[in-house]
């Protein structure tokens, strides 16, 4: 702790340099109650000398150790001022296996009700005898959990708000709201004092990496309506996480994987106080994975909140807006609940000081009600239910802690990352009344599934001991034509994701768990070769490779040849944009071009660069090979917004016709669409040289089954129509009771696939059922959760 304290010290002396003095004429207008950022620093080195290294702080934490560490997270973007993090704990100077709380005291410059909030709550749990009524409470979230408290991650920010000396010239705005940032790169601090019109900063809660795209561009104005106007003050920065103050939030999430968590914030227009928000409701209907859940807290924390007027409480409102804030990215990015509050009225900085400490005083008991939450301690009028589950992943044999994820299957989606166990092994996840599919699962183990009913009394404890998956040797023996010389990728994915993608001469042992793994073969000049194999034991894998020959390849400098049939399909910078403004419309869009003399008889494979962004699985963007004897459909439903190069196989088409593009939305939540830079259709050069694996198609009907079976959650259904015909595909369990309608339409001839998600359904042996025509067929079909 001594070089943290050192380091407050001289950066104390370094500062009232960097400053000056303050002008006898110049006063701010906010009153001494309210910390600035030097004495938050002082205040935080004053307890750091105090108790940092005082293993008995109190009698009332009875063999506690040390309570207080402190340490720098991060420097401010310009003049790299520190701001710390603040770990309140038994043992706070050990790693602990624990649940962790945040609180984040200021981000918006002049939103100050927060730096209060913290560092009251910091002071009340280190003199827990001023606070008799919440002594009990604080040595059960001390002896359970890690309390981490951020007062300012926005210090520039904060010394604009309370005013500071640049030479002989006194600078205040108390109305500032972002950070310092030098957007016009003029060496300057550029601001108007008064509501916006601040040509730099940056608005640190548009600058986190989900959504981002949706907040305000440079110098945009604010466009909401009404008499109060806020021109440039939501700057999202020149790219997510541009900030160092959101990248050190950001990674201090990351490594401690908070379980709930408070941002404090006030609504200088009055349009949004006294308000809990949290994510999110962005459409009817679509509502966050956790929504109900976290609902259901955000209502407990309004209910111990009374509104300033005396007539009512706080709202709870789950966010609509998609625009890079601090409390969605923490929710998709580490699963940790975040709330959004709104302190005050309008009146966001008042000089009553009996107001400013009722206001104090009430936020601490919400804020002790979040915490009560983490740790399942139901006394007082802070207490809380425990509906939680926490367990140990372990390996059977070894007992050895392991990272795996654990899902639990009504909670979870697509945009959500993988939940992971900590350093520990540990998962804990915050519930509700209620039955819960928990599933476990991590490469080289496996699968476990099991319900879980949590209760309000005490937190569920649930270990899990995986069983490990016997090993084997793939070896990949790659053969190619004699003229070529270059090293050939492979890519393997499983259920996990991806296990290898190397590049290698032609031979590559692996040692693999059992499994059901897909094989992807590619190198330029060389025909892709696909394959699925199942590891039971030992495995040889030979596969000849042929070279390839292009048939068909458009860059986009124009949209030569290509039929818009219906959209604003535009080219920008040399790429196929599916319209010109940011999002896509409500409405299905497509693009198509002929194709002609293209004749490959024995495969295909297309190769197409691009980026895509669309609402995960509601909205969907597709690509159609259509040939003279069949026709291939590729889709995307999720996001991808890096430029990359996907290949896909087509097998045999015939004489190709046609190629069409398009997006099916679901007519809300609309994303950047699609962007191509290259497409490109290839074929084999050498027939005589096909390799055994199957590349063409059957000229009639067939159930190829399930792509992977056996499958967790979602699997992709492939069968072949030489016809155009009435479809049906339908899920029959064991007992013959049917459980899912995939489809029953009418389609084209060609190759079919139909994602079939089973999220809902429980482990166990499915039937899936293909009727069209006279043809009929049944496929067994295996979902592991």
Sequence with gaps: ????????????????????????????????????????????????????????????????GIIYH?????????????????????????????????????CHAEEIYGVEITMELIDMFLHPDDHLSYRQNMQAILESSEIWIVPTHNPEGLTVVHGYTDGEEWLQDVTFRKNKRDTDLDGMFDFLEGVGNDSDGVDLNRNYDFNWIFGDGLWEEDNSGGTYQAHFDYYRGEAPLSELETQAIQDLALNERFLLSIAYHSSRSGNVSEQVIYPWLWAEGKMSPDGAIISTIGEAITSLLPNEAGDGYYLPVRSSSRRGNAHDWFYIGTGCFQYLIEVGSENIQPDDIDLIEETIAKHTIAAFYLMNRAIGYGQGDAGAPAYQITGLITDAETGVPISACVKISELSGPMLQPRLTDEFGRFRRILDAGTYSLKVATRGYEMYSDAVTPTSNSILTHDVALQPLPEYLLNVNATTPGSFSSLINLEITDYHGTVTNEDFSGELDLILPEGVYQLKLWADDL?????????????????????????????????????????????????LLSQSDLTYSQDTVSIWTELSGINSSEDYALLVELKYELEWDLDSAYLIVAGSEDSVIIWWNDQDWTHHTEIHPLGSLGELQSLEIGIIPDNSVEYRGVEIDELLIIGREDEENVNNLPHGLPDQFSLDGCFPNPFNAKTTVRFVLPQAEDVELVI??????????????????????????AGNLSSGVYFLRMTAGNFESVKKVILLK
């Excluded at 400053?19 to 004053?46: C, F, K, N, W």
């Excluded at 042929?546 to 030569?560: C, G, I, P, R, W």
């Design 527 to 575: 025909f892709p070769e696909f394959l699925e194999v199942e590891i039971l034991s030992d495995t040889l894998l030979a596969i000849s490779m042929d070279l390839s020959t292009e048939l068909y390849s458009k860059s986009f400098d124009n949209l030569s040849g290509w039929q818009i049939i219906t959209g604003d399909w535009t080219i920008e910078n040399s790429a």
């Design 732 to 757: 029959y369990d064991l007992l013959g009771r049917k459980v899912k309608v995939l489809t029953s339409s009418s389609l084209i001839n060609g190759k079919h696939e139909v994602i079939w998600d």
């Design 70 to 106: 402190l340490e720098e997270i991060g420097q401010s973007m310009e003049k790299g001022l520190p701001f710390w993090a603040v770990r309140l704990s038994y043992n706070a100077d050990i790693r602990e296996d624990e649940p962790r709380v945040l609180f984040l005291g200021q």
């Design 1 to 64: 702790m001594m070089v943290i304290k050192e380091k407050i010290r001289l950066h104390l002396i370094l500062l009232s340099l960097l400053l000056g003095s303050v002008p006898a004429e110049a006063q701010s207008p906010l009153i001494e109650r309210y910390h600035t950022y030097e004495e938050v620093e002082a205040q935080l080195a004053d307890w750091d000398e105090q108790f940092s290294n005082n293993s008995n702080p109190s009698e009332s934490y009875p063999g506690s």
